[in-house]
């Protein structure tokens, strides 16, 4: 076959592999945003002085790294219902991704705050700040630059981990690739295609978080 011939047979499918690309964009920043907030509230209760706060973090933690998160995925999607709790393949891939994403983020998030030195959080009460305002305008701007990399690395994680939606019908990239593959019986060409478009998206993700460190390094 010839690259105008190959060419010709797969610029059909080029619709559908953008509107794939789209929904794995889309499911990225939804799942960035759950375990953001997972990250927060866990990365909190695990340095709280409430015992019982402090032993579910730390349980959640353990938990959701300790096991694989295609498990968890399945969970979420086939064992809610059991529970009364049916949810969508997207949302259900969003919330279970989320959870996954948001115990990293909470040890990235934990290992920022223990990096802002003490005298800070002591010097800002003395001056009468409340604890509330002392987490959201002085420790929570420094911990976001201290942590921004691992974040980022998290973030490309969560990206290539949509994938796995695909085992509960979430038609993202790599579904849609097996479908075509399954009437086309042509695997190389299409699992590569894939691929590309992954790196593609893997790649514009860290060039914005580069121009973000940039960004922050001038306000060091």
């Known amino acids: 076959m010839t690259f105008s011939e190959w ?12 509107h794939a690309s789209w929904l794995v964009l889309v499911i990225t920043v939804l799942v960035i945003l759950v375990s953001w907030v997972c990250g927060l509230l866990v990365a909190l209760g695990k340095a709280s002085s409430i015992g019982i706060v402090r032993q579910a973090s730390v349980f959640y933690i353990w938990f959701i790294r300790g096991t694989p998160a ?7 999607y086939f064992g809610l219902p059991q529970l009364g709790l049916g949810l969508s393949p997207f949302v259900a891939g969003v919330l279970a991704l989320g959870i996954n994403s948001g115990a990293y983020v909470a040890e990235i998030i934990r290992s920022g705050l223990s990096a802002i030195p003490k005298g800070q959080v002591e010097s800002s009460l003395a001056l009468g700040m409340s604890r509330v305002e002392t987490l959201r305008r002085i420790v929570l701007p420094q911990v976001v630059r201290i942590i921004l990399p691992s974040v980022t ?7 290539k981990n949509t994938s796995l939606l695909s085992t509960i019908t979430v038609v993202e990239l790599t579904l ?13 060409e299409f699992y590569a295609a894939t ?17 973000l460190e940039r960004h922050n390094a001038r306000y060091v």
Do not use: K
């Open 176 to 188: 849609y690739a097996q479908t075509i593959i399954a009437t086309t019986f042509r695997p190389f």
């Open 7 to 18: 060419l010709d047979f797969f610029l059909p499918y080029v619709p559908g592999f953008l």
């Open 153 to 159: 690395n998290e973030a490309i994680s969560t990206l």
């Open 195 to 211: 691929a590309v478009i992954y790196l593609i998206m893997t790649t514009m993700l860290s060039q914005v978080a580069a121009v």
């Open 70 to 76: 295609l498990i968890q995925i399945f969970i979420v």
